[in-house]
């Protein structure tokens, strides 16, 4: 039942001006592997990073590998304490879910064919903005999220996460 709801659910519509840099290249090791190496995970955050202060923001990223555990979480100074939970929950919830935070949260309305959904899992779903999977020739091998701003601000900020892993490994 989910598979099919997000089967046919799936795809973002519509999408954010995007902005990444060109530079880096995700180690060989990780692209025959699909994983994501720790120094990989902070060279991408720290660019997230760059971007939000940037916008004035203070934010906590966090990246996970394909089966959603922690590969790395940064905090930057002056981020709210609880950014930390919602960056990692939101990485989980683009890898449990296979899509972004703000898809699920669309299918997950009152009326949607996924409500209630962030009430399973120990409450680790997050149906806002800011968490994406990432991925690699079409296969997941991690997830981003990012906390700290508002839903369409961590949404922004995820996109660019993305944007930028995909300029980071040449995709």
Known sequence: MVTSVLQQYGKREGSLKREASQEGDLPKAARLN??????????????????????????????????????????????????????????YTAIAFQMTTEELGTLSQPGGPLYGIQFTNQGKIVIFGGGVPLKLRGSIIGAFGVSGGTAEQDTYLAHFAEDAFLAMTGQ
């Open 34 to 91: 699909a994983s994501i190496t720790l120094d990989f995970a902070e060279r991408l955050m720290k660019r997230v990073e760059a971007k939000a202060a940037e916008m004035g923001m203070k934010v906590v990223t966090a990246v996970a590998d394909c089966a959603g555990r922690p590969v790395a979480v940064r905090c930057m100074d002056g981020a709210f304490i609880g950014s930390y939970d919602v960056a990692l929950n939101k990485t």
